[in-house]
């Protein structure tokens, strides 16, 4: 009676073995019994998976184009202080990170008539500006939106020039400075556009013996390439 019961649960035990599918190594979701799988679902999905990480993790190189306005102080560069603007700007952010770093360049360029008395006197205002500093760089979740921020030294070369009557009395004078600016990016698959809000401090220059700076504010549109 004894044997024959060992002989039935041996019996059972080796049936369930033959039935109970194994997975191969590695597979974590084996198929149900008499379920047919593609071979290549689950390298789909995986890859699928991979294609939706976030974008945050990869490093952004940028190229940045700035068109837009500089204004300087009025008393010291009257009728040439509201200047047209035209920059370049780098930047960087290594992956996963949302500081890294920002070169860039920028000239301003304005000439007015003055009329003083009977005489009309044609003014010309120029500036060119080289900076480099650490960038702040975040996205807003799932939005295109970028939001970013920068500081640190300029170099700026200011000019400023006087015409009548075929006479002309020019003089430049270049000073460091420090800047600091801001604004807002929205990315378009690998395209940027946005708008940047920027200012100039702390310039001490001399043109034609008065002491004056090449201090100014300046709004701009960007637009952008990242690769």
């Known amino acids: 009676m004894k044997t024959s019961l060992v002989l039935a649960s041996l019996t059972l035990a080796l049936c369930s073995c033959t039935s109970t599918f194994v997975p191969f190594p590695g597979e974590e979701n084996p198929?149900?019994?008499?379920?047919?799988?593609?071979?290549?679902l689950d390298s789909v999905v995986y890859?699928?998976?991979?294609?939706?990480?976030?974008?945050?993790?990869?490093?952004?190189?940028?190229?940045?184009?700035?068109?837009?306005?500089?204004?300087?102080?009025?008393?010291?560069w009257m009728p040439v202080e509201d200047q047209v603007f035209f920059g370049s700007e780098w930047s960087f952010i290594p992956a996963e990170s949302i500081v890294g770093v920002e070169a860039g360049f920028g000239f301003s360029y304005k000439?007015?008539?003055?009329?003083?008395?009977?005489?009309?006197?044609?003014?010309?205002?120029?500036t060119f500006e080289v900076y480099v500093g650490p960038r702040l760089e975040i996205g807003l979740?799932?939005?295109?939106?970028?939001?970013?921020?920068?500081?640190?030294?300029?170099?700026?070369?200011?000019?400023?020039?006087?015409?009548?009557?075929?006479?002309?009395?020019?003089?430049?004078?270049?000073?460091?400075?420090?800047?600091?600016?801001?604004g807002a990016l929205v990315e378009l698959g690998s395209v940027y556009l946005g708008l940047d809000v920027r200012a100039l401090t702390g310039t001490s220059i001399t043109l034609f013996n008065i002491e004056l700076d090449a201090d100014y504010t300046q709004v701009a549109g960007v637009l952008g390439f990242r690769f």
């Open 31 to 40: 198929p149900v019994q008499g379920e047919t799988r593609d071979p290549g």
């Open 47 to 76: 890859q699928g998976d991979k294609a939706k990480k976030p974008d945050a993790k990869k490093a952004r190189n940028a190229i940045l184009f700035l068109l837009g306005g500089r204004s300087f102080n009025e008393d010291d």
């Open 111 to 126: 000439q007015a008539d003055m009329l003083v008395g009977s005489t009309t006197f044609t003014f010309t205002g120029s």
């Open 141 to 182: 979740g799932d939005s295109p939106v970028r939001l970013y921020a920068g500081l640190g030294p300029s170099f700026i070369n200011a000019g400023y020039k006087g015409e009548v009557i075929g006479f002309e009395l020019s003089e430049s004078d270049n000073s460091l400075g420090f800047y600091i600016h801001g």
